[in-house]
Nanobody
Framework: VQLQASGGGLVQAGGSLRLSCAAS????????MGWRRQAPGKQRELVAT???????NYADSVKGRFTISRDNAKNTVYLQMNSLKPEDTAVYYC??????????WGQGTLVTVSS
């Protein structure tokens, strides 16, 4: 089982990006899915999570700007990022809690926000 993240890139401050992360392989069921990020020289931090039932949780720094969603039929989680700020620059990692396999991580996708 693996997670493949995509959608990162370079964007100007105030712009938007949408990240996607698709799970593949021998998937039986997925519990929570989420996104974390790691900026240069900083620890990895929570961005947002979503349960299998759609309950969401956000870091205070992204509330009102980012929206996490998921498509259970496609085993995919999304992160819509609006009103991006230079401090959002980081490598974004998706993760999923698989019932059969535990927590797995995607490879990371770089988001760069220029001022």
């Amino acid at each position: 089982v693996q997670l493949q993240a995509s959608g990162g890139g370079l964007v100007q401050a105030g712009g938007s990006l949408r990240l996607s992360c698709a799970a593949s392989g021998s998937i039986f069921s997925i519990n929570a899915m989420g996104w974390r990020r790691q900026a240069p020289g900083k620890q990895r931090e929570l961005v947002a999570t979503i349960t299998s039932g759609g309950r969401t949780n956000y870091a205070d720094s992204v509330k009102g700007r980012f929206t996490i969603s998921r498509d259970n039929a496609k085993n995919t989680v999304y992160l819509q990022m609006n009103s991006l700020k230079p401090e959002d620059t980081a490598v974004y990692y998706c993760n999923a809690d698989f019932t059969a396999w535990g927590t797995k991580w995607g490879q990371g996708t770089l988001v760069t926000v220029s001022s």
